[in-house]
């Protein structure tokens, strides 16, 4: 199992993809997972080589809030630890997987690799959400620094899409966690998604970017109220995945019903998305090319 990743949360899948009682497999650091739900609805996650015979985890079961391994039954609770076994009274000590604390927010569900967490997993300020988006998920062939690092890279932000610095950026952290950058561009770019920009009178973006624990990145653009979510997870040392939603504040145009609410909220994500198609093409041509 690697541990050359920060401690930090860390996606493994989203909410919709874990029912009760469910088991599922999730590669992650270099190894895998069992990514479970309890039948009270707890989210776990442990090693999915089970400690005693090397069974695979996840092709168990889930027996009310521990998941059971499927060739001897042991029991293991939300913490890693063996609690049951059939054939023997007593639980030997070592038996114990190692685990993640998990915890689900805005549709998915996170691990904090590293033992205790260090800090709560970064939310949105100043804002209740009561709306997100599905979200969307991209495959890269290139270790996960790169992509955190692109939400800062301020050269690409200019040549890739098309938003012209009008100042130095602010630089801020307040937490040994924490890096965040303001700044405000020109809409410069061609695409559809900047003509519209312009046509509803944003010609000038103010963006700002949060990152946490160095692979989770929540971005907010103050002339249209946008909230985006990017969120990193190593896969190996070279491989990464990553998840993008958007999400709505009450105070989004309130006064609509939330059907309209969430068309608008839909909208939203589909323009953060096309705002990404360029870099999403670069990075997957770039990186593959050199692996192979």
């Not at 990193?232 to 040392?237: A, E, F």
Request: aromatic residues 10%; proline residues 6%; hydrophobic residues 40%.
């Amino acid at each position: 199992m690697k541990s050359s990743f920060p401690a930090s949360w860390y996606p493994l899948c989203r909410s919709s993809e874990l029912k009760p009682r469910q088991v599922i497999k999730r590669e992650a650091f270099g190894g895998s997972w069992a990514v479970f739900r309890t039948e009270s609805g707890r989210v776990g996650a442990v090693d999915s080589q089970c400690i005693h015979m090397g069974a695979d985890l996840s092709r168990g079961r889930v027996a009310g809030e521990r998941l059971q391994c499927p060739l001897h039954e042991w029991e293991y609770g939300l913490e890693g630890a063996c609690e049951h076994i059939p054939a023997s009274a007593t639980v030997p000590a070592r038996a114990r997987q190692m685990s993640l604390m998990c915890k689900e927010q805005y549709g998915m569900v996170f691990g904090f690799l590293g033992g205790e967490p260090t800090f709560d997993f970064p939310l949105f300020e100043n804002s209740d959400h009561d709306l997100y988006s599905a979200p969307y998920m991209l495959d890269f062939d290139t270790p996960y620094q790169v992509l955190a690092a692109n939400s800062f890279d301020s050269q690409h932000f200019i040549t890739v899409h098309h938003r012209r610095l009008l100042e130095p950026p602010t630089l801020s952290s307040c937490s040994p966690h924490h890096f965040g950058v303001d700044f405000r561009a020109r809409v410069e770019g061609g695409h559809f998604h900047d003509h519209l920009l312009r046509r509803i009178g944003v010609d000038i973006v103010e963006l700002s970017a949060h990152c946490w624990g160095g692979n989770n990145i929540l971005a907010y653009n103050a002339r249209t109220n946008a909230r985006i979510l990017f969120t990193i997870l190593p896969v190996t040392d070279k491989r990464t995945r990553v998840y993008i939603l958007n999400v709505m504040p009450k105070q989004t145009a309130p006064w609509l019903a939330r059907p309209l609410r969430r068309v608008i909220l839909t909208t939203m994500h589909k323009l953060t998305i096309a705002f990404l198609k360029s870099d999403i093409v670069v990075r997957r041509k770039q990186y593959q090319a050199r692996i192979e």
